[in-house]
């Protein structure tokens, strides 16, 4: 007998047409899970601010390897979709300035490690995680920490045998940080996950991504997704300040005086005209005294 051997994706679409297929038979009937829509939604969790620059600082030990150039690759892609989205939130590889006092500076640290619980149990299942480390005066994010999980990521925690997440040996580990660094990215903008239920593969940089090795099976797109960047351009906090009350206008008074002769009395007149940022806005004429009378 011929053996096949199914990729993840291909296998998950078998399975689920079979399921399917089961319930047409059966006439069982399903409860799904409500669905958001395959691009993420906004959390509640605090962000770098609108219009920050933040300072990436990149470990030592991934600096001038091919990890680093697809780092740079998945800042670029935010940028790009930032100053288009309204956020103008840019990542800078570097130091601040030296002059740039330390409450203002907005920080992004990146590292390979082994994330764990809180009871330093490792955690298979999280292949990344941002961080925040420190708030600025207002409450949003100033200093971040985002981890590769390359110390004990699998590709599937209940089945150690298929291997890590992060392979070098397997297709997809020449993207598979660019699409790491997009994911996390997007959680320190402001960005929920996207629903497994919900999930289209290649839609959205927020998809979940545990499926195959480097993501080799195409859950995440390589670069920022539209629906990534509308999402972060229609959160509150990013949207345009609003315009600034108009100044006060600049008003001035004329006043200029003619006399009429009435009734044996040369009478006195005043024309009081007032202008404001150039328009007349008020003018009028009064009685404003005697100035002789004959007889």
């Keep these: 007998m011929r053996k096949i051997t199914l990729s993840g994706y291909a296998a998950h679409t078998l399975f689920t047409l079979g399921f ?29 601010p609108q219009g920050v620059t933040v300072y990436v600082d990149i470990d030592a030990q991934i600096q001038g390897t091919p990890q680093e150039t697809q780092i740079r690759n998945g ?7 930032n100053s288009a989205n309204g956020s ?37 299942g999280t292949v990344a995680r941002f961080h925040r480390n420190a708030y600025d005066a207002s409450g949003n994010v100033r200093d971040g920490l985002l981890t590769f999980n390359t110390g004990s990521a699998l590709v599937d925690p209940s089945d150690p045998s298929r291997g890590p997440y992060y392979d070098p040996n397997q297709p997809g580990y020449d993207t598979i940080f660019q699409k790491e660094t997009e994911h996390e990215i997007g959680h320190s903008l402001g960005l929920n996950d996207v629903d497994d239920v919900c999930r289209q593969y290649g839609q959205s ?30 959160e509150a906090r990013y949207q345009p300040p609003p315009p600034p009350d108009p100044p006060p206008p600049v008003c001035v008074t004329y006043d200029s005086q003619f006399w009429v002769f009435n009734g044996g009395c040369l009478e006195e007149y ?15 004429i009064y009685l404003s005294g005697f100035d002789w009378c004959i007889g």
């Design 270 to 284: 005043t024309i009081r005209e007032t202008y404001c940022d150039g328009y007349l806005v008020n003018y009028y």
């Design 205 to 234: 940089v927020m998809n979940h991504a545990t499926d195959c090795a480097n993501d080799n099976c195409g859950a995440k797109p390589v670069g920022v997704a539209q629906c990534d960047s509308n999402a972060v351009g229609a």
């Design 20 to 48: 399917l297929l089961i319930i047409v038979a059966t006439g069982t009937k399903v409860a799904y899970a409500q669905c958001s829509g395959p691009c993420p939604t906004a959390s509640t969790g605090t962000t770098y």
């Design 75 to 81: 800042l670029e892609s935010w940028n790009a979709a």
């Design 88 to 124: 103008n939130v840019n990542f800078v590889v570097g130091q601040p300035p030296a002059d740039l006092p330390t409450a203002n500076a907005y920080l992004l640290h990146v590292i390979n490690g082994t994330l764990t619980d809180p009871n330093g149990q490792t955690l298979p």
